[in-house]
């Protein structure tokens, strides 16, 4: 640094970069953690806060003090200095090993201030440098074996061919989803999100909630559902919701019938395993959405990208937010670990001849799918040739539902006229789509489970069965 550098600092004032101190005192150490903390900076020995130069004597004495200032932070933060005149900067570097802190605690450089941090904010940096996983953290409030749900454990444990005969607290161990303590087993976040017998007992986010709307927004829900048997059964219950919620229409290649899905199911099923595997735990109140709509799908999860990811990053470089909920979902091959997962879901978009899938990160990280136009155009908008000419399976049943509607019938008058005794199955095949294809209406639509709900044909409905008439004769 030369004179006229100093120059400049001195008419540039104090910011979150520079500080000005007219002598050494104890405050150096919170000066030098928050720059540690931050992006580094500089603090200027023997200038008062106004900018004027009072200086200060150089010395080994008062370098070596500063040099033991700075080695008795926690982790040591490193410092350069450098004599200009009668004015030593001090040039800190930022750590590499962040949080820092010194005697006084946890500090942090906003603009000219250097702040002491609160919890919430010591939390927050340790899990934006990734100091605290929150999978890896232990759960106290956990206890073993009263909480253990261990059919869970059984099944985890089948599907990664470990040798059941090990025993099953060698096992947790070993799978880091409990550690030993005082000859007691603690369990970690991320074992509790897997093994516990209720998981939102300990963590209320821990759930996963489908829902299906008629139109392009959420004016109108149709069905919606909340999953929270743990994440591996989160994962597959979110996965049939949206098999029974999305259609399917075939197409003959040769003497070949090969089903066609509205949307990428391995892509869809990895979507949503990404979404808990890389969600944010830390924020509370806020759990993973899967949102199908008229037109599209959505894969919300709270929480922004981690590290310093961005969307265009994603299928180039993978960052694990979660390292335990990854390990223990490829033991059981719901993921790989190459970081794949991104590539995989645009390849088997583009192998369905859906539009690429699209992604954006605003604080929550939503994967948003558009429905196959080959599907589309066999089961979108009915029309007398995509019955007779491209008919699927759900359309037959929507057919056949239409056919049975007389005035306004309930749900169970509308099962029984179509002979189904399985009402998951009746809502899934038969009523839902026909929703969904306004083929048929609720009587009381701001209340999709009242005890007086009717349902009744629209003029769509009414329209695709006479053309379907006038198609047979």
Known sequence: MTAADLSILLQEGEGTTLEFKAGLSLSLA?????????????????????????????????????????????????????????????HVKESDSKPVQCSEGFFSR????????????????????????????PCPQFVYP???????????????????EARVEDVLVNIDAAERANGELLFRNGGVLFFAKNARRFFPQAYITCLLARGADKVHILD???????????????????????????RIEGLRREDVPEYPVKAVREAITNAVMHRDWFVEGANVFVEIYANRMEIVSPGGLPGNLSVTDLGGRSVRRNSLIADLLHRIAFIEKAGTGILRIRNESRDLRCPDPEFEANGFFTTRFWPT????????APTTTSITDQVTDQVTDQVQLLSVVVGEMSREELQEAVG?????????????????????EMTVPDKPRSRNQRYRLTSAGRKLLLRIKESDR
């Open 30 to 90: 919170r000066e030098l953690v928050g720059m540690a903390n931050t992006v580094g900076g500089k603090i200027l020995l023997g200038v008062r806060d106004d900018g004027t130069v009072v200086g200060v004597r150089d010395s080994n004495t008062l370098r070596a003090r500063i040099q033991d200032i700075a080695r008795n932070c926690d982790p040591p933060v490193r410092i350069r200095l450098h004599p200009v005149g009668d004015v030593i900067a001090v």
């Open 110 to 137: 906003q603009g000219a201030v250097t702040q002491k941090l609160t919890r919430s904010e010591i939390r927050d940096l340790f899990q934006s440098e990734g100091a605290v996983r929150f999978d890896l953290a």
């Open 146 to 164: 009263e909480d253990f749900d261990r059919d869970k454990f059984n099944t985890w444990l089948r599907r990664t061919g470990i040798a059941s």
């Open 224 to 250: 919606r559902k909340d999953f929270d048997g743990g994440i591996v059964a989160d994962i597959e219950e979110a996965m049939r919701f949206v098999e029974r919620n999305t259609r399917t229409a075939y």
């Open 373 to 380: 136009p080959e599907v589309r155009e066999a089961t979108g």
């Open 420 to 440: 189904l005794k399985h009402r998951g199955h009746f809502r899934g095949a038969y009523l839902l789509p026909a929703l969904r294809t306004g083929l048929i």
